[in-house]
């Protein structure tokens, strides 16, 4: 933190011991938050706290003591990405101010626009978000939109990735990522980093992101040394300030501090090449150990000293940092006995900031003559004004909003949904055995009660893919898959009911609350919760009973760049780790890739389990399979019996 502010930052995000995507990182106790705000807002500098990750129903107590240690430390605003965590934390501390975070999976301006309706006031968007998506999005946004503009770049939609999470035990959407995005994978025979991305870095590209409007520009740096921090700020500083972009010179500078084979802005250029693709080098290591070590924060806040003593007045101390004054008051000054006060031994005391950040500027002093105060007091008086000076630094609050009840009013029901990729894979059984059955937007052909919504529509897209809702509607949908609160409004203005699929990673009961008030008919749980944590939640809900989860969803169509089109047209591209398990990747919507499971999840063989939990609603994903496949699958749900093949289970433990 201390580097950040000496690089120049306006604000730094910082993370506590408990609940935030960097659990690993060395994060602050409450009493060293409380320190830590001070000392930032002494510099004017904001403190945004992470409580970023998903929240079961146990955990929610926790949650709420990291938010109200935080509100009581006087941070300027809570990063949040459960939906029901930030409801909880709306009605306890309606004040605080919310920033939704990148985990929330925010990619479009209609996003933006709901999150507005339920309290908060910055957006964290997607680092995937294009030129153009950015620029209407920002035209759009009714509240502030924040930016990456440096650092790590995950490969998948941030809030979409449960590679760690089902393949290792380690959920990165709860601050515990094991990054096999950066391992290597068989492809084609060969090995390759597929999935490892350069760091970003858009500092060519200044004076156009000023002129977009963007509220505040981030950088990536909670896992990184202080010097990366203290360097990257520098430069970002400089470059903000000038208005201007980055000189080969100044990104020479910024890859020394920390790169992966250089940088990338691809996303943002709509360059999607290999050449995004990048490992980090010992070529790299060396440059970055050869930094200038931080020794610790150098730099002071100039205050502006004005003093008043006269006789029969009480003493009168004022202090500037050029944006906020306070003044302070205290004990009448008596006359001199022996040696009078003089100017000098005033401004020594009054000006004693050691051990703050700050240092004396202008010193101004009115002394009327023949007077004494104890030194005590003068000490006094300064530690006051100082502590006057913090107070009237301390954020502004912001009016409360109405949020949604803390419980859902729905009950679970009996019911059978699946969702197939494609109409070939149906079988004329399944449509007996399913109460309704989905298909992708874009492969629906009237057959079928349901479409399924792509994970992500950026603001380019909504406008054909809300053509194609209304064209579902007239040709028999009825429902639709909705995976992000800025789809929402397309469903419900093509007349569709929205049901709340697994990519919101509903963990917790106030999430599905939240998701009823907006109008979620249903809601399906994430594929991450245990049979005990799925049974505290209640509500509509069901869960994915059989099913290749998706653990991935790329922006870069991967298939393009490490086999060929017509391989990913053919659906035979397989990602194989170290190990040899192959990971299906497919396709999906216009370009994106989606990786999937190596594993299906299957509980054919254990539904007395899923009814001691409560699952009477059962979700069916058919990605991969072919009919006669299917077929099998729905006779072993039939027969209960296990399934002849390698499977992954829902987790019966917490």
């Given at each position: 933190?201390?580097?950040?502010?000496?690089?120049?930052?306006?604000?730094?995000?910082?993370?506590?011991?408990?609940?935030?995507?960097?659990?690993?990182?060395?994060?602050?106790?409450?009493?060293?938050?409380?320190?830590?705000?001070?000392?930032?807002?002494?510099?004017g500098?904001?403190?945004y706290?992470?409580?970023?990750?998903?929240?079961?129903?146990?955990?929610?107590?926790?949650?709420?003591?990291?938010?109200?240690?935080?509100?009581e430390?006087?941070?300027?605003?809570?990063?949040?990405?459960?939906?029901?965590?930030?409801?909880?934390?709306?009605?306890?501390?309606?004040?605080?101010?919310?920033h939704?975070?990148?985990?929330?999976?925010?990619h479009n301006?209609?996003?933006?626009?709901?999150?507005?309706?339920?309290?908060?006031?910055?957006?964290?968007?997607?680092?995937?978000?294009?030129?153009?998506?950015?620029?209407?999005?920002?035209?759009?946004?009714?509240?502030?939109?924040?930016?990456?503009?440096?650092?790590?770049?995950c490969v998948?939609?941030?809030g979409?990735?449960?590679f760690?999470?089902?393949v290792?035990?380690r959920?990165g959407?709860?601050?515990?990522?094991?990054?096999?995005?950066?391992?290597?994978?068989?492809?084609?025979?060969k090995?390759?980093y597929?999935?490892?991305?350069?760091?970003?870095?858009?500092?060519?590209?200044?004076?156009?992101?000023?002129?977009m409007?963007?509220?505040s520009?981030?950088?990536?740096?909670?896992m990184?040394?202080?010097?990366?921090?203290?360097?990257?700020?520098?430069?970002?500083?400089?470059l903000?300030?000038?208005?201007?972009?980055?000189?080969?010179?100044?990104?020479k500078?910024?890859?020394?501090a920390?790169?992966r084979?250089?940088?990338?802005?691809?996303?943002?250029?709509?360059?999607?090449?290999?050449?995004?693709l990048?490992i980090r080098?010992?070529?790299?290591?060396?440059?970055?150990?050869?930094q200038?070590?931080f020794?610790?924060?150098?730099?002071?806040?100039?205050?502006?000293?004005?003093?008043?003593?006269?006789?029969?007045?009480?003493?009168k101390?004022?202090?500037?940092?050029?944006?906020?004054?306070?003044?302070?008051?205290?004990?009448?000054?008596?006359?001199?006995?022996?040696?009078?006060?003089?100017?000098?031994?005033?401004?020594?005391?009054?000006?004693?900031?050691?051990?703050?950040?700050y240092?004396?500027g202008s010193?101004?002093?009115?002394?009327?003559?023949?007077?004494?105060?104890?030194?005590?007091?003068?000490?006094?008086l300064?530690?006051?004004?100082?502590?006057?000076?913090?107070e009237?630094?301390?954020?502004?609050?912001?009016?409360?909003?109405?949020?949604?009840?803390a419980?859902?009013?729905?009950?679970?029901?009996?019911?059978k949904?699946?969702?197939?990729?494609?109409?070939?894979q149906?079988?004329?059984?399944?449509?007996?055995?399913?109460?309704?059955?989905?298909?992708?937007?874009?492969?629906f052909?009237?057959?079928?009660?349901?479409?399924?919504?792509?994970?992500?529509l950026?603001?380019?897209?909504?406008g054909?893919a809300a053509?194609?809702?209304?064209?579902?509607?007239?040709?028999?949908?009825?429902?639709?898959?909705?995976?992000?609160?800025g789809?929402?409004?397309?469903?419900?203005?093509?007349?569709?009911?929205?049901?709340?699929?697994?990519?919101?990673?509903?963990a917790?009961?106030?999430?599905?609350?939240f998701?009823?008030?907006?109008?979620?008919?249903e809601?399906?749980?994430?594929?991450?919760?245990?049979?005990?944590q799925?049974r505290?939640?209640?509500?509509?809900?069901?869960?994915?009973v059989?099913?290749?989860?998706?653990?991935?969803?790329l922006?870069?169509?991967?298939g393009?760049?490490?086999?060929?089109?017509?391989?990913?047209?053919?659906?035979?591209?397989?990602?194989?780790?170290?190990?040899?398990?192959?990971?299906?990747?497919?396709?999906?919507?216009?370009?994106?890739?989606?990786?999937?499971?190596?594993?299906?999840?299957?509980?054919?063989?254990?539904?007395?389990?899923l009814?001691?939990?409560?699952?009477?609603?059962?979700?069916?994903?058919?990605?991969?399979?072919?009919?006669r496949e299917?077929e099998?699958?729905?006779?072993?749900f039939?027969e209960q019996?296990?399934p002849?093949f390698?499977?992954?289970?829902?987790?019966s433990g917490?």
């Amino acid at each position: 933190m201390d580097a950040a502010i000496e690089g120049g930052a306006n604000a730094v995000y910082l993370g506590g011991v408990a609940m935030n995507a960097r659990i690993h990182a060395g994060n602050f106790s409450p009493a060293e938050l409380r320190e830590a705000v001070k000392k930032a807002h002494a510099y004017g500098v904001k403190v945004y706290f992470t409580l970023n990750t998903l929240v079961t129903d146990r955990e929610l107590s926790v949650f709420l003591a990291a938010a109200r240690d935080a509100a009581e430390a006087g941070v300027d605003a809570l990063i949040v990405s459960d939906l029901g965590g930030a409801a909880a934390i709306h009605r306890e501390i309606p004040s605080l101010e919310l920033h939704a975070s990148t985990q929330m999976s925010g990619h479009n301006a209609e996003m933006a626009k709901e999150l507005e309706k339920y309290g908060f006031s910055r957006m964290v968007a997607a680092r995937e978000i294009s030129r153009e998506n950015l620029r209407l999005l920002l035209r759009n946004s009714p509240i502030e939109t924040e930016f990456f503009v440096h650092g790590a770049l995950c490969v998948c939609h941030s809030g979409q990735c449960l590679f760690s999470s089902l393949v290792g035990g380690r959920s990165g959407n709860r601050g515990d990522c094991a990054q096999p995005c950066r391992l290597p994978y068989t492809v084609g025979g060969k090995e390759r980093y597929p999935l490892s991305l350069k760091d970003l870095c858009l500092a060519e590209h200044i004076p156009e992101l000023i002129g977009m409007g963007i509220a505040s520009f981030k950088i990536e740096g909670r896992m990184k040394s202080p010097e990366y921090v203290r360097d990257t700020a520098k430069v970002w500083r400089k470059l903000l300030d000038e208005g201007r972009a980055a000189s080969p010179e100044e990104m020479k500078k910024l890859a020394e501090a920390f790169s992966r084979g250089g940088f990338t802005d691809g996303y943002y250029t709509g360059s999607l090449s290999r050449r995004m693709l990048g490992i980090r080098q010992e070529a790299d290591k060396e440059k970055t150990r050869a930094q200038i070590p931080f020794e610790g924060l150098s730099r002071r806040v100039e205050l502006n000293v004005t003093a008043k003593i006269a006789a029969g007045e009480l003493m009168k101390l004022s202090l500037s940092d050029g944006v906020r004054m306070v003044t302070v008051t205290a004990d009448r000054p008596e006359p001199a006995r022996t040696a009078p006060l003089s100017e000098k031994i005033v401004a020594k005391q009054l000006c004693k900031f050691g051990g703050t950040p700050y240092v004396a500027g202008s010193f101004s002093l009115a002394l009327d003559p023949g007077l004494m105060v104890p030194v005590s007091k003068l000490n006094d008086l300064r530690r006051r004004a100082l502590e006057a000076l913090a107070e009237a630094i301390a954020p502004p609050r912001r009016k409360s909003v109405q949020m949604p009840s803390a419980r859902p009013v729905g009950a679970r029901t009996e019911r059978k949904t699946a969702r197939f990729a494609d109409p070939a894979q149906i079988p004329e059984t399944a449509r007996a055995k399913f109460d309704r059955i989905y298909l992708p937007l874009d492969r629906f052909d009237g057959s079928v009660e349901g479409v399924v919504l792509p994970p992500v529509l950026f603001d380019r897209e909504l406008g054909v893919a809300a053509r194609m809702l209304k064209e579902a509607a007239a040709g028999g949908a009825r429902y639709a898959l909705v995976g992000n609160l800025g789809h929402l409004s397309i469903v419900l203005d093509a007349g569709l009911i929205p049901v709340a699929d697994y990519r919101f990673n509903i963990a917790n009961a106030g999430t599905v609350a939240f998701l009823e008030e907006v109008g979620m008919s249903e809601q399906i749980l994430s594929p991450e919760l245990s049979l005990p944590q799925i049974r505290d939640i209640g509500g509509d809900t069901s869960v994915i009973v059989y099913g290749r989860i998706p653990l991935m969803t790329l922006e870069k169509c991967i298939g393009k760049e490490l086999a060929d089109c017509a391989a990913c047209d053919a659906g035979k591209l397989t990602l194989r780790d170290r190990k040899g398990v192959g990971f299906p990747v497919r396709r999906e919507w216009e370009h994106r890739s989606i990786v999937y499971n190596s594993l299906p999840t299957c509980m054919s063989d254990r539904q007395d389990t899923l009814i001691r939990a409560g699952i009477t609603a059962r979700h069916f994903l058919f990605t991969v399979e072919t009919k006669r496949e299917v077929e099998a699958v729905l006779r072993a749900f039939d027969e209960q019996t296990a399934p002849d093949f390698p499977v992954r289970r829902i987790s019966s433990g917490r």
